[in-house]
């Protein structure tokens, strides 16, 4: 079956710092991979997506890019913000399922001024 | 952007009795809903999947008679906890998927802002 696995927070960043969540998948054919975002008290955002092997998703600073050889999608931003302190998840959805997703398990990420 | 409301955003609610929570798609149609389940700290469980007109397909170990969905119309999705329990108190959340959409967009799911249930 399907299998989404990230890395566990938390992650606690100084502001500016390099952040990279690393994300793994199992998956049978072709999914779509995701990062959704989930600040304090909200539902989920979209974050970037990317649908085929060797896409970048990129977004607010953030890219990521579906790494077929390695079964990765790790998410990565240069220089982080206090604004950026949430929970990040990892997904997985395939049209042929439905376009249900698989989530990983989330990682918080807190960024200090 | 496409947006999912949810209510209530939060309740309360005594041992043995049901609640109702709503999911809109207030600005296009979705004929497929999902229903998360979120347990403090973990990720999204996948409880179910709404289909407009017909039976929601529940995942394997969901009680089909303790969470009840109803998906009546193409921009409204409920869940209906019964007969609530201590256990059931989580945050649930409902995605959508915007029917008219086409291509690299089809498969976008827009998430509410999730409900968060406490049974006493």
């Known amino acids: 079956g399907n299998s989404v696995t990230q890395m566990e927070g938390p992650v606690t960043l100084s502001e500016e710092a390099f952040l990279t ?7 049978t054919g072709y999914p779509s991979l995701f990062w959704y975002v989930q600040y304090p008290g909200e539902g989920l955002q979209l974050l970037l997506k990317a649908t085929k092997a060797d896409d ?27 604004s950026d302190s ?4 990892c997904a997985l959805g395939r049209k042929a399922a439905g376009n249900k997703l698989t989530f990983g398990g989330g990682t918080r990420v807190l960024v200090k001024p | 952007g496409a947006v999912v409301s949810q209510h209530p ?21 979705a004929t497929t809903m999902f229903w998360y389940r979120q347990f403090p700290k973990q990720s999204l469980m996948l409880m179910a ?10 995942e394997q170990g969901v009680e089909k008679d303790k969470f009840l969905i109803n998906h009546a119309s193409l921009t409204l999705s ?20 915007d029917s ?21």
């Open chain 1, 56 to 82: 970048k998703g990129s977004n607010k600073g953030f890219e990521a890019t579906y790494r077929k050889e390695t079964t990765s999608f790790h998410l990565e931003k240069g220089s982080v913000q206090v």
């Open chain 2, 78 to 97: 409920t869940l209906t906890v019964t007969s609530a329990h201590p256990e059931d108190s989580s945050f649930y959340i409902c995605s959508a998927r």
């Open chain 2, 49 to 58: 999947t709404s289909n407009e007109g017909s039976k929601a397909t529940y």
């Open chain 2, 100 to 120: 008219s959409r086409t291509g690299s967009q089809s498969g976008e799911l827009f998430f509410g802002e999730g409900s968060r249930l406490t049974v006493l």
């Open chain 1, 21 to 27: 969540i690393n994300c793994t998948y199992t998956a």
């Open chain 2, 9 to 29: 955003s939060w309740v309360i609610c005594k041992s043995g009795t049901s609640v109702k929570i709503e999911c809109r798609s207030l600005d296009f149609q």
């Open chain 1, 86 to 89: 949430a929970v990040y998840f």
